[in-house]
């Protein structure tokens, strides 16, 4: 039986962190058994914020490297970088004559980046769901594992495709928002302010790149408080997200341990001891990041390595953008 297309794109901004570990990739590497995976590197998405392309390329090849090392398997699924498939910029000029300024002006994306980069108001930016219907419907996929912020994206890649079918016939796919039934984790910020990022408060977030020191120090940093003040009292945010963080890394004795602890502890008799609770949560992560560390600097220190798993990427995801732009040329009829 033929498998279901996935495909989703990761952009190269900056240095993937355990929140796109935990919410993202971990995910892929689940899907590539089940489905027939196309999982890529945005990088033309990545020129609507960022320009400056000086760092561009190492992030790109890191990206691929960190993926690869957290477990995908470029045999397996088809790796590879937008801007070695011009068939998506292709459909992304037709889909882009299906799409309305009025709807463009009203994504929910759209208007937070004007306000973070209101001298730089691109019409890539106003575009963006529509390369990204691009990436999406050039390889005909069904399922789109993406998390909330996107779902608005995946909404409007469903539009465009609808309007196309309606428009030249019923020839693409609809796309969907997609993930295993168990919830997305979410990854808080060290610092008990929002979530995981890139771009924010770097000292609170746990970097896939980083060394072993800068991990342990970022956890004994991560914010805690005085302990609870009832026996089986809620957690506040920020201490859930240590105990989040214990349940993927550490065994679950341990996590059991510090379980137990949090719900003994009251005001007066706090038996729960953040500080010991940290320290092996840092162990638990170094172990669970050095390899992962490791790999993917030895697969980006290997640049022929990379060469060819990014070239044999490419092939994969060619193949089946070209029959789809065939399939989309000729139900609009440009055909000659
Ligand atoms: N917009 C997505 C993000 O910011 C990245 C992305 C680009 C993507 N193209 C895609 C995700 C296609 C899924 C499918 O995270």
Same mark, same amino acid.
């Given at each position: 039986m *033929?498998?279901?297309?996935?495909? /989703?794109?990761?952009?190269?901004?900056?240095?993937?962190?355990?929140?796109n570990?935990?919410?993202? &990739?971990?995910?892929?590497?689940? &899907? *590539?058994?089940?489905?027939?995976?196309y999982?890529?590197?945005?990088?033309?998405?990545?020129?609507?914020?960022?320009?400056?392309?000086?760092e561009?390329?190492?992030s790109?090849?890191?990206?691929?490297? !960190?993926?690869?090392?957290?477990? @995908?398997d470029?045999?397996k699924?088809?790796? %590879?970088?937008?801007?070695?498939?011009p =068939?998506?910029?292709?459909?992304?000029? %037709?889909?882009? &004559?299906? #799409?309305?300024?009025?709807e463009?002006?009203?994504?929910?994306?759209?208007?937070?980046?004007?306000?973070? *980069?209101p001298?730089?108001?691109?019409?890539?930016?106003?575009? $963006?769901?529509?390369?990204?219907?691009?990436?999406?419907?050039?390889?005909?996929a069904?399922?789109?594992?993406?998390?909330?912020d996107?779902?608005?994206?995946?909404?409007?890649a469903?539009?465009?495709?609808?309007?196309f079918?309606h428009?030249?016939? !019923?020839?693409?796919?609809?796309? %969907?928002?997609?993930? $295993?039934?168990?919830?997305?984790?979410?990854? &808080?910020?060290?610092?008990g302010?929002?979530?995981? #990022?890139?771009?924010?408060?770097?000292?609170?977030?746990?970097?896939l790149a980083?060394d072993n020191?800068?991990?342990?120090?970022?956890?004994m940093?991560?914010?805690?408080?005085?302990?609870?003040?009832?026996p089986?009292s809620?957690?506040?945010? %920020?201490?859930?997200?240590?105990?989040?963080?214990?349940?993927?890394?550490?065994?679950?004795?341990?996590? *059991?341990?510090?379980?137990?602890?949090?719900?003994a502890s /009251?005001?007066?008799?706090?038996?729960?001891r953040y500080?010991?609770?940290?320290?092996?949560?840092?162990?638990?992560m170094?172990?669970? +990041?050095?390899?992962?560390?490791?790999?993917?600097?030895?697969?980006?220190?290997?640049?022929?390595? @990379?060469?060819?798993?990014?070239?044999?990427?490419?092939?994969?995801?060619?193949?089946?953008? #070209?029959?789809?732009?065939? +399939?989309?040329? =000729?139900?609009?009829?440009?055909?000659y």
């Amino acid at each position: 039986m *033929q498998k279901e297309v996935v495909v /989703s794109g990761i952009r190269p901004t900056g240095f993937l962190h355990l929140g796109n570990y935990f919410g993202a &990739m971990r995910n892929y590497v689940r &899907m *590539q058994n089940d489905y027939d995976c196309y999982f890529f590197v945005a990088n033309w998405h990545s020129l609507t914020t960022h320009p400056d392309t000086k760092e561009l390329k190492n992030s790109v090849h890191r990206v691929i490297a !960190e993926n690869i090392a957290c477990g @995908l398997d470029p045999e397996k699924v088809a790796l %590879y970088v937008q801007s070695d498939v011009p =068939e998506i910029a292709e459909l992304y000029l %037709y889909l882009n &004559m299906l #799409s309305y300024k009025g709807e463009l002006e009203k994504t929910a994306t759209f208007k937070d980046k004007v306000r973070l *980069q209101p001298e730089n108001v691109n019409a890539g930016l106003l575009t $963006y769901p529509v390369l990204m219907a691009a990436d999406v419907i050039i390889q005909r996929a069904v399922k789109v594992p993406v998390g909330k912020d996107q779902e608005q994206h995946l909404e409007m890649a469903r539009n465009f495709a609808e309007r196309f079918n309606h428009r030249y016939g !019923e020839v693409l796919p609809l796309p %969907y928002a997609f993930n $295993y039934g168990d919830e997305l984790i979410k990854i &808080m910020s060290l610092d008990g302010n929002g979530k995981m #990022s890139k771009s924010e408060n770097q000292l609170a977030t746990i970097f896939l790149a980083d060394d072993n020191d800068s991990i342990r120090k970022k956890i004994m940093k991560a914010k805690t408080d005085g302990g609870p003040a009832e026996p089986n009292s809620t957690k506040p945010d %920020y201490i859930q997200n240590l105990f989040t963080l214990m349940k993927q890394v550490s065994t679950t004795d341990t996590l *059991q341990k510090f379980e137990a602890d949090f719900n003994a502890s /009251s005001t007066g008799n706090c038996i729960i001891r953040y500080g010991d609770m940290k320290k092996q949560l840092a162990e638990d992560m170094v172990q669970f +990041i050095d390899p992962i560390r490791e790999k993917a600097a030895d697969i980006q220190n290997n640049q022929e390595l @990379l060469h060819k798993l990014i070239k044999m990427g490419a092939e994969k995801a060619r193949m089946r953008a #070209s029959e789809t732009l065939k +399939i989309v040329r =000729e139900a609009i009829g440009l055909n000659y």
